[in-house]
Every structure is written in structure tokens, then in C-alpha cells.
Nanobody, 114 residues
Framework: VQLQASGGGLVQAGGSLRLSCTAS????????MGWYRQAPGKQRELVAT???????NYADSVKGRFTISRDIAKNTKYLQMNSLKPEDTAVYYC?????????WGQGTQVTVSS
């Protein structure tokens, strides 16, 4: 499984960004896809996940502001980020799980200025 992330950038506080992550390769039976982030000096943390059954899970810090979704036909998942805050600044990584194996995409930088 290869994951290609895009959509990061610089935005002012209160603004919005949409991240995309397209999966390729052996993508059948991916059970879960998600977004994680890592800020400087901090550990990587969960942002949001969506399962093959469309069950979603969000970090408390992003609930009500971020929405994860997926386009099955395009093998792509999205993270719509609204009402961004400076503390959302991080490198965002997409992740997929297939048969218990974890796959990571390259990160995309999100910077929120105050």
C-alpha cells in the first residue's frame, strides 16, 4: 500500500484546509484509514480515523472542527479542517491498516498563523 498525501499549507487562524490521501497498490481489504499529526517536540497523535464500515473516531481536540471522509471510487480519504487554531500546526500523516499491517504516507505540513 502506498499513500500519497497532499493539501497542507499555511493558513490564518480560523481558516480551513482540506487534506487528501490517495491509496494505491494492494488496497483491497484496507480496514481503516486515518490521519495523525506530529508537532515539533511532540509525539505523533491521532487526529481522526475512518473504518471500512464508515465508523469514525476523532481526537477530542478536533471534534466539531475536523471531518474525515473517503471517496471509495477514488481510493482517497480527506480531512476537512475548519476553524483552524495555531495549536493545529503540525506535520500531518495519513495511515492505512491492511491485514494488521500499518502503512504510512509522507507527511504534509500544516501551519496555522495567529
Amino acid at each position: 500500500v502506498q499513500l500519497q498525501a497532499s493539501g497542507g499549507g499555511l493558513v490564518q487562524a480560523g481558516g480551513s484546509l482540506r487534506l487528501s490521501c490517495t491509496a494505491s497498490g494492494n488496497i483491497d481489504s484496507i480496514s481503516s484509514m486515518g490521519w495523525y499529526r506530529q508537532a515539533p517536540g511532540k509525539q505523533r497523535e491521532l487526529v481522526a480515523t475512518v473504518t471500512s464500515g464508515d465508523n469514525t473516531n476523532y481526537a477530542d481536540s478536533v471534534k466539531g472542527r475536523f471531518t474525515i471522509s473517503r471517496d471509495i471510487a477514488k481510493n482517497t480519504k480527506y480531512l476537512q479542517m475548519n476553524s483552524l487554531k495555531p495549536e493545529d500546526t503540525a506535520v500531518y500523516y495519513c495511515r492505512a491498516i491492511r491485514y494488521g499491517h500499518v502503512y504510512w504516507g509522507q507527511g504534509t505540513q500544516v501551519t496555522v498563523s495567529s
